[in-house]
């Protein structure tokens, strides 16, 4: 009887350590946890002062403090260790320093002006295009019509009944064969620009 | 940690569903300038403002801009840049949204193995592509998909094929009819033979065309050889971010928090440019405010207020950080912070963000008794500048009071004067009553 009681208080003791002892892992989360709620507060009180800015050493610091935790598995401490390094990283990227600004802000004046230019000098280009096309297949087209109009007065002219008539005929020809040619001239001119032009289009 | 659905959580949820409902609203700025809320769909562009560029990207609080016209320029790689014009009134307040078209489209094939781009094979399945603007065919040959570009050349080079055989037969036809019926012609090459102009059209024609084909074909090659695009895992895809806030705010609702916040922080850990990177945000320092977490919430509301001014999160962000500087004891801190909303949320009205400073003056008063003057002028302003308001009786009532606790009992009277006991509600005539007895005994 005396051993089963002696027993019974042995086990009640054990279970009492167990229950209450301090267990080692309980001391390393809450010094991890205490680690990270004094890395989190820095973090915000950096924040809330404008001028302060987070330093790559303190980064670096935050860094090996997020491998600690996620080394120990405690799922809390972990996704708010990750969260913190998320979030410091993303104020750290607002921090950039006065050249490298100046150097983004350069940038991109010189590729919107560069835009602006070339968008402009593409306007000119295509409505130059425009119009040499058209007057390459205006001045074709009427040389085929004057072409036409010429044969027709050829036609007449051997039809003339008198000199007058046959004269005016005559010179209506040479009027519209010169036509002909000019608008073949000017369509082959403006063929050859229309063309340069499409071409050096980029 | 609640893993069933329970009516608090719920709560909480509206609570922050109501927080983050999107609005487009102009209301009426303070001042005499105009304010400009601009964001675009994905963040993260650049702007220039009349022709200046800004340093901070999109979405962007543009303070004291003066009313008229101003020219926007918004730019981001990858995306079409978007040139607007706004015209702004005077005290407004607008919310200005563009949607940035981007210059590729990114199809994914997840029922693919493979996929034949361009005459290349290329993995397929969880990989999504970016393919620059334009045409593609698509055809199903031997099993595997084949992905060709169109270019726009083509239709013209398949025109030009049929247009310049064509030609020369007419031309053709008109030399034979010069050489048969010789007649007085343009190009005189020798007795018996000469050109007619329209032969000669004819030809300038064919030339014209033929230079037009070889000018396309350079072009199609060069266009071709330009030809490139990208892969990404699909994991990067941004509308995965949708994903998981989608999933976020279900876990919410369900009042998972823990597993909700793990969700709002892999949209912030992974998609910076996603339009919904400044509600995650949100949402995680509301949780994180709820939850006692303070050091965290105000990371993420000052990020909020400094670098993602949307205009239903902006004053939000203000408050919060307000309330969080006023729960650590910092008073004027925490009024500082409300001094800078703009009120373009209709969550918060002026009058209500005033009483809230005379409140934060009041706690403050408890550590402080020289604020006491602060809490008088911030009261009798309020009596002042809200003689329509429903609370007037209440800011009559409280500058009296602090007016009383000074020493200051004629100007107390005088306040509580227009005040009719008949109309005031139990609390307030209780507190006005004992308010009278106390400076009636003083006298």
């Not at chain 2, 912070?337 to 005379?358: G, H, N, T």
């Amino acid at each position: 009887m005396k051993r089963i009681l002696t027993g019974a208080v042995l086990i009640l003791i054990c279970g009492t350590f167990f229950c209450f002892g301090e267990d080692p892992r309980d001391e390393l989360y809450r010094e991890l946890s205490t680690s990270l709620e004094q890395a989190e507060a820095l973090v915000a009180e950096m924040v809330l002062q404008d001028e302060a800015s987070v330093t790559g050493e303190q980064l670096a610091e935050l860094q090996s403090l997020d491998l600690q935790i996620q080394g120990s598995l405690y799922s809390d401490l972990i996704d708010r260790s990750d969260l913190l390094l998320t979030l410091t990283t993303e104020q750290m990227l607002f921090q950039r320093d006065p050249q490298q600004l100046q150097a983004q802000v350069e940038g991109l004046l010189l590729s919107s002006r560069e835009q602006a230019r070339n968008l402009r000098r593409s306007e000119v280009r295509d409505k130059v295009l425009r119009t040499c096309f058209n007057t390459t297949l205006i001045s074709f087209a009427s040389a085929f019509t004057l072409w036409g109009l010429g044969e027709l007065q050829d036609r007449r002219y051997f039809q003339a009944t008198t000199i007058e008539e046959g004269t005016l005929r005559r010179r209506l020809f040479q009027v519209f064969s010169i036509g002909s040619i000019v608008g073949a001239a000017v369509g082959a001119i403006g063929a050859g620009v229309s063309v340069t032009l499409y071409a050096g289009a980029r | 940690m609640c893993r069933r659905f329970c009516p608090s959580t719920g709560l909480l949820y509206f609570f922050l569903l109501y927080c983050t409902l999107p609005f487009n609203v102009v209301c009426q700025a303070r001042d005499t300038q105009a304010i400009l809320f601009l964001t675009t769909n994905p963040i993260n562009a650049d702007v220039l403002l009349d022709g200046e560029p800004l340093v901070e990207q999109t979405p962007l609080l543009l303070r004291d801009l003066d009313s008229g016209s101003h020219e926007l320029e918004i730019r981001k790689p990858g995306y079409s840049t978007e040139l607007r014009e706004v015209d702004l009134i005077a005290g407004e307040i607008r919310n200005l949204e563009i949607d940035l078209a981007s210059l590729s489209f990114d199809p994914e094939f997840p029922e693919e193995e493979t996929v034949m781009i361009d005459g290349h094979r290329e993995e397929a399945g969880e990989t999504l592509y970016q393919f620059p603007g334009g045409s593609y065919s698509f055809n199903r040959e031997g099993g595997s998909l084949q992905i060709e570009p169109l270019f726009p050349q083509d239709g013209w080079i398949r025109g030009l094929n049929l247009a310049i055989p064509l030609s020369v037969a007419f031309s053709t036809v008109l030399t034979l009819h010069d050489i048969f019926y010789p007649k007085r012609a343009a190009l005189q090459f020798t007795e018996d033979f000469s050109l007619s102009p329209v032969t000669l059209s004819a030809y300038g024609l064919t030339f014209t065309l033929i230079s037009f084909d070889i000018a396309l074909y350079a072009r199609r090659s060069k266009a071709r050889k330009a030809f490139s695009y990208s892969t990404t895992p699909h994991e990067q895809a941004l509308h995965r971010a949708n994903e998981y806030y989608a999933r976020a705010e279900n876990l919410l609702a369900l009042g998972q928090l823990e597993e909700a916040l793990r969700f709002y922080t892999r949209v912030l850990k992974g998609y910076r440019d996603s339009p919904l990177y400044p509600y995650a945000l949100f949402k995680t320092a509301r949780i994180h405010f709820l939850t006692g977490e303070d050091s965290l919430a105000t990371i993420e509301f000052k990020l909020i207020a400094d670098h993602y001014p949307l205009p239903d999160l902006y004053d939000k962000a203000h408050r919060g950080l307000a309330d969080i500087l006023m729960r650590q004891g910092a008073y004027q801190e925490s009024i500082d912070r409300l001094r800078r909303m703009v009120f373009a949320d209709p969550l918060y009205s002026e009058e209500q963000i005033k009483l809230l400073e005379a409140e934060i003056l009041e706690d403050w008063f408890t550590e402080d008794p020289q604020v006491i003057a602060r809490i008088i002028e911030a009261y009798t302003a309020m009596v002042n500048g809200y003689p329509a308001s429903d609370n007037l009786d209440l800011y009559r009532y409280r500058a009296a009071y602090y007016l009383h606790l000074a020493d200051r009992d004629a100007e107390a009277n005088a306040l509580l004067s227009p005040l009719d006991p008949a109309v005031l509600d139990e609390d307030l005539l209780r507190r006005f009553q004992d308010l009278r007895r106390s400076m009636e005994v003083r006298q």
